[in-house]
């Protein structure tokens, strides 16, 4: 039996904590229909980068925080992210060999599926569906994560996290 030692478990959870700061970074009416989702994309690039390390409870627990962050019904945002985080680490190894843009496809997915799963709970209690503008933070994520994987990539570099 080896013996890991894991290093930059703060800069891990820097990330997330940057991008719960940027979902609830205040923008004009107009911007905030293209505002990505920024936790779920951290998420995703940390399941397919360290998968022993982030899973379905860091998920969970950043869904949470979400969920309280938003004032929305607690554990909507945390069982979607839940479920990302589950599918990413699934398919972490054929994921990772993709090129960016084939990636950024999988992540187009992952994120509509986590608007979907939200929608779901927001019609189980009862919340009208809005417009169909409500999916474009999936294209605007996919869009973004070239640029998100290789910042997260270039700092887990720096940092060495492991």
Not at 16 to 39: G, K, N, Y
Not at 136 to 157: G, Y
């Amino acid at each position: 039996m080896s013996l890991v030692r894991h290093h930059g478990g703060w800069v891990i959870t820097f990330t997330f904590v940057v991008a719960l700061m940027l979902t609830m970074l205040p923008l004009p009416d107009w911007a905030a229909l293209f505002r990505p989702e920024w936790a779920a994309m951290v998420l995703i690039y940390w399941c397919l980068a360290l998968p022993d390390r982030v899973g379905v409870g860091i998920g969970w627990s950043v869904g949470l925080l979400l969920d309280v962050a938003k004032g929305t019904l607690l554990g909507q945002h945390a069982l979607a992210l839940a479920l990302v985080a589950y599918l990413t680490l699934r398919l972490h190894q054929r994921i990772r060999v993709f090129p960016l843009w084939q990636q950024a496809l999988f992540v187009l997915l992952m994120v509509a599926l986590n608007q979907m799963v939200v929608l779901w709970v927001k019609g189980v209690i009862g919340q009208p569906p809005g417009s169909w503008l409500y999916w474009l933070p999936s294209l605007t994520s996919m869009v973004l994560w070239p640029w998100a994987f290789l910042i997260l990539r270039d700092l887990r570099r720096t940092f060495q996290v492991r």
